[in-house]
C-alpha cells in the first residue's frame, strides 16, 4: 500500500462515467439487434445503436477536449515554473 492515492477531479470521472455508461448502450443495442428484434422495431434499434456510437466516438471526445487542453496547459505552466 506505498502506491500513491491519485483523486480524480469531478469532470474527469463525469467523462469516464459516461463513457462507461454510453459503452454499455452500444453494447447492450448491439446484442439487442444480434438476438433479433421485430421487423417493426428493427430500424429504430439500428438507428439508436448508430446514435450511441456516433456520441461516444465524436460527441462526448469534442464536449470534453477544451478541459483536458486547458488542464494540460495549466499542468505546463506548472512545470514550467518549477524550472525556473
Known amino acids: 500500500m506505498g502506491g500513491e492515492v491519485v ?3 469531478g469532470v474527469s470521472w463525469l467523462h469516464d ?3 462507461e455508461m454510453g459503452t454499455e448502450r452500444v453494447e447492450y443495442l448491439k446484442e439487442g439487434i ?3 428484434v421485430p421487423l417493426h422495431e ?3 434499434m439500428v ?3 448508430k446514435e ?3 456520441v461516444l466516438s465524436i460527441i462526448l471526445p469534442e464536449l470534453f477536449e477544451e478541459f483536458y ?3 494540460q496547459a495549466d499542468d505546463e505552466e506548472l512545470e514550467e515554473l518549477e524550472n525556473e
Open 7 to 9: 483523486v480524480p477531479s
Open 17 to 19: 462515467r459516461l463513457k
Open 34 to 36: 444480434a438476438e433479433g
Open 42 to 44: 428493427y430500424q429504430a
Open 47 to 49: 438507428g439508436r445503436y
Open 52 to 54: 450511441a456510437k456516433r
Open 69 to 71: 487542453s486547458a488542464e
